[in-house]
């Protein structure tokens, strides 16, 4: 039962991701490294409702669980980093955030995570850098570099609408 509930928690953000809705100006790039970064906010979802805590990489979040055949993340974001379309994918552990339990394979968890998505030096057509945390929203950077946590808005860093 629980590998169903979230074979359908992958599935529908499989599905959401390819319904982002994204300014005609984005390249496509861009919208790659976006839909990494909403991908990996639902799976965190599913991740943290079952083993209590965030995952702090992607290798923790893309390995199944016992007798599960899936993970909670797409095999291409399985590496860390992980490398797509031209942009490096980084998840870790928010600086300051407590550790959590043990996931259902016995590695630490956290409760809270910062994920990155940064344009791998000298792909074109991908001038900004990205993050997400628990909070599920998107920021962005036009220098290239991820914002920072807090996130906060300021003359290269946005919140992405």
Known sequence: MATSRITVLIVAG?????KVNLRRSEPLREASAIGSLRAIA??????????????ASLTALAAPCPRQSHGFLSPNLASDPAITNGYEIRVQTERGA?????????VPTSTAYYATSTPVPGTPTAPRAFAIDQRGVIW??????????????????????
Do not use: H, W
């Not at 499989?14 to 390819?18: F, H, M, P, S, Y």
């Not at 991740?47 to 805590?53: D, H, K, T």
């Not at 407590?98 to 016995?106: I, K």
């Open 42 to 55: 639902s799976a965190q979802v599913s991740y943290a409702s079952m083993n209590g805590g965030y995952a």
């Open 14 to 18: 499989l599905v959401i991701i390819t």
């Open 98 to 106: 407590l550790p959590g339990p043990a996931d259902c394979n016995g």
């Open 140 to 161: 962005y950077d036009t220098s290239g570099s991820p914002p920072s946590l807090p996130f906060k808005e300021t003359g290269t860093i946005k919140r992405l609408q």
